[in-house]
């Protein structure tokens, strides 16, 4: 393996000079790619010495082609040049490198003083930094004296926290408890509006059914006293609008209860901001019923005026339709359906 590496800067180092080039470390290196500069310089020391000879004992052989010699000549010239050439830049470099010496010299002859100069400093700096020490003892006992205040106002102070967390929690259950408490009972009253005004759609829907057929069954009968009792129908229709009126009144005020309920759960859930997450939850819980109640009532207007307008439909029938109408609405058999799923 070494022989192949001496080979190849043998054979670069005479490729070199066949181009014209005299061969350096540098350039034999950048030629090859790779080698270390020791083993490269010590290959062409050896090879320049076997060229040397070698050229030596071709001068002295006076049968070479005069073209060959000339050629030969031209290549030691620019050999011995570019040597020269690299003994001048090393010897730059040499004289460089012994005047940067010579200035770090006396750059370190200058620190050294300054050093001195600063080593004096210190020492009256410590002589001032032991007389502070003693001070800094006597404010260390009394800084002690007044860190066993500290500490003993400390754990008062700490005792105190505890017992305001410990009122803090207690505070915090006992508002989530009403709130639960208050939130169960608003869904009862909720579900017990729900299942009422269910039955009350059932029955009002059963009877009226009932009422329909009994009525066609007198239309005929009662054809000859339409007119007379046209007024008896308007009334009807009165007392039916009034009915809507007082069921659309006692909707808003459960409404206003309600808002009036979430506002109470609201000031309590400000009160509470510890429980912040569950106590939200339950209060928007609280608002989508609320929610849901409104939009029950939202469609109570549409429900009652498709009522209306059937009892406008059946405004030209006999009175005695019309009269029967009258008692039903009388007795609570016409009370308008509340939208359960809108609940």
Known sequence: MADD???????????????GVWPTVVEVRERLGTGSNTTINNTLKAW???????????????????????????????????????????????????DTLAAACTALEAEKAAEAQRVAALRLDLAATHQELAQAKTQAVLLSDELATLRTQLAALGAERDAATRRLADAQADAQ????????????ELAHARETAERREALAYERLEGLRIRLYEQVEDERRR??????????????????????????????????REIGRLDGQLLAAQQAGGEARSEAETARLALAALQVAWQQLPASMTALAAAQEEVAGVPVGVLAGLVEAAQQGLLTPPVAASGA
């Open 5 to 19: 590496i001496y080979a190849k800067i043998r054979a670069a180092a005479q490729e070199l000079l066949a181009e």
């Open 48 to 98: 320049r010495k076997d060229f040397l000879a070698r050229a030596a004992a071709a001068n002295r052989r006076p049968e070479w082609p005069a073209a060959l010699g000339a050629a030969f000549d031209a290549v030691w010239q620019q050999a011995c040049q570019h040597a020269e050439d690299a003994l001048a830049e090393a010897r730059r470099e040499a004289f460089a490198e012994r």
């Open 177 to 188: 408890a009403r709130l639960a408490e208050r939130d169960t009972q608003a869904k009862a």
């Open 226 to 259: 339409m007119q007379e009792e046209k007024s008896a129908a308007e009334d009807a229709l009165r007392l039916i609008r009034r009915e809507h009126s007082r069921l659309s009144d006692e909707w808003r005020e459960r409404l206003a209860e309600r808002e």
